[in-house]
């Protein structure tokens, strides 16, 4: 039921591209992403809801593709401020608001 | 800003005593959520509330209970700690249980039980 986010890590240097993926067993009506440095609260970053779009927030930006239950974020010209974990949420009913989160991709950004 | 606050950011505890975890939220959200975060098993939903006096178990609610007599304060209870409830435990709330509200989350509050 959990979802499975790929990579599980990943280090690249400051103005490099990234993409987390999220993909799940199980139809989904909405998924979220957040991220999370070490010690901190997460801190949500999108939700995408059922419908195949796309959303943009600066330089990060996702997808969901809610025929292959997948969710992809896109991280552009990486910044020293992107690092950390990264998690998707995913809800696979609507109005239930339980997330079921991912076990995480820790990015870590170089100067 | 929606601010969820934890009172104890790290605890020690022995084996056997009661653990209780406070949160509160400022912003008179209805649902709050109690998650369990270990290294390589993300966020793992504990209990959940979606009113005052309501709640509902999560994906892991064995060891744990949970009260909610206030809207704006959701507590998390060990009745008797382990060493296998050690964790990073983090407190949640939603405006609503309509899909597509954000969840804010504490800062989390880390137990060590010894």
């Given at each position: 039921?959990?979802?499975?986010?790929?990579?599980?890590?990943?280090?690249?240097?400051?103005?490099?591209?990234?993409?987390?993926?999220?993909?799940?067993?199980?139809?989904?009506?909405?998924?979220?992403?957040?991220?999370?440095?070490?010690?901190?609260?997460?801190?949500?970053?999108?939700?995408?809801?059922?419908?195949?779009?796309?959303?943009?927030?600066?330089?990060?930006?996702?997808?969901?593709?809610?025929?292959?239950?997948?969710?992809?974020?896109?991280?552009?010209?990486?910044?020293?401020?992107?690092?950390?974990?990264?998690?998707?949420?995913?809800?696979?009913?609507?109005?239930?608001?339980?997330?079921?989160?991912?076990?995480?991709?820790?990015?870590?950004?170089?100067? | 800003?929606?601010?969820?606050?934890?009172?104890?950011r790290y605890l020690v505890k022995r084996t056997g005593e009661k653990v209780?975890?406070?949160?509160?939220?400022?912003?008179?959200?209805?649902?709050?959520?109690?998650?369990?975060?270990?290294?390589?098993?993300?966020?793992?939903?504990?209990?959940?509330?979606?009113?005052?006096?309501?709640?509902?178990?999560?994906?892991?609610?064995?060891?744990?209970?949970?009260?909610?007599?206030?809207?704006?304060?959701?507590?998390?209870?060990?009745?008797?700690?382990?060493?296998?409830?050690?964790?990073?435990?983090?407190?949640?709330?939603?405006?609503?249980?309509?899909?597509?509200?954000?969840?804010?989350?504490?800062?989390?509050?880390?137990?060590?039980?010894?």
């Open positions: 039921q959990q979802p499975v986010q790929s990579p599980q890590a990943v280090i690249l240097r400051e103005g490099e591209d990234a993409v987390i993926n999220c993909s799940s067993s199980k139809a989904l009506y909405s998924v979220h992403w957040y991220r999370q440095k070490h010690g901190e609260a997460p801190v949500f970053l999108m939700i995408l809801l059922k419908g195949g779009e796309q959303k943009g927030h600066e330089k990060i930006s996702a997808s969901f593709n809610e025929k292959k239950q997948q969710s992809s974020l896109y991280l552009t010209a990486s910044q020293l401020s992107y690092s950390g974990t990264y998690f998707c949420g995913t809800e696979p009913d609507q109005g239930a608001q339980k997330l079921v989160f991912g076990q995480g991709t820790r990015l870590t950004i170089n100067p | 800003d929606v601010k969820v606050t934890q009172s104890s209780f975890l406070e949160c509160v939220q400022d912003m008179d959200h209805e649902n709050m959520f109690w998650y369990r975060q270990d290294p390589g098993l993300g966020l793992r939903l504990i209990y959940f509330s979606y009113d005052v006096k309501m709640k509902e178990k999560g994906d892991i609610p064995e060891g744990y209970s949970v009260s909610r007599e206030k809207k704006e304060r959701f507590s998390l209870i060990l009745e008797s700690a382990s060493t296998n409830q050690t964790s990073m435990y983090l407190c949640a709330s939603s405006l609503s249980a309509s899909s597509g509200n954000t969840i804010y989350f504490g800062e989390g509050s880390w137990l060590t039980v010894v």
